[in-house]
């Protein structure tokens, strides 16, 4: 009987001490990895050269597709994404490359082109920075949640639970800015980079590119 009794007692210290001190919630579904998940976006891109006298602008969607889930080389569960590209005026896709995502304890990588990118960390907070680029050798950016919304409108879209990332430097010959748009259960929505040399007697953009994209379908 003691024993009976000092196993419930202990059963209900677990049961306490679980719900005083409940599991904390990361809000990894704002990065979600998941099967054959589909996502469809909008590209306004616009490349300028004073070089050549140019300025250039590109509308296209891209298809963003898990295909595949599989084990990298430091054994972790990494998702296959395929993105595929096509001119507005079409209607076949066209494959484009092969992005890898993985979901850690506490940050979101993306590796593309060979280059790996801390996109997000856990759990995500205003205020919270992180250096995007700790996993390559690009230069340090340093990125961080400025905003978290309870509703976000994307055109004819709508999104529960949303937050923004953003990264800025700029001086008065160049302007590297990144903004980005992610919502719990469906990942990225939106995306404004610009990243320009401009002109410092009158600051228009001599050099660089700059796009928007935004989520139009998913699934």
Known sequence: MVKVLGFL???FAIVSCNKDNPSPDFKYNFYPLNLKKVLIYN???????SFAGTKTNFKFQIKDSVADIYTDATNRTAYRIERYKKQTNESV???QKIISRVLNTRNAEETIDNKTFVRLVF??????????????DFIEKEFSITEMYDT?????????????????EVNLIREDKETHTYAQGVGL???????????????KVTNGFFYTMELIAYR
């Open 43 to 49: 590209v306004d891109s616009t490349a300028v050269s």
């Open 93 to 95: 896709w066209k494959f």
């Open 9 to 11: 007692f202990l059963m």
């Open 152 to 168: 976000f409108l994307l055109k004819n879209l709508a999104f529960n639970n949303t937050l923004v990332t953003h990264f800025e």
């Open 123 to 136: 759990p995500p907070e205003i205020g919270t920075s992180w250096n995007g680029n700790s996993k390559n």
């Open 189 to 203: 929505i939106a995306s404004d980079v610009r990243a320009v040399d401009v002109d410092i007697s009158n600051q």
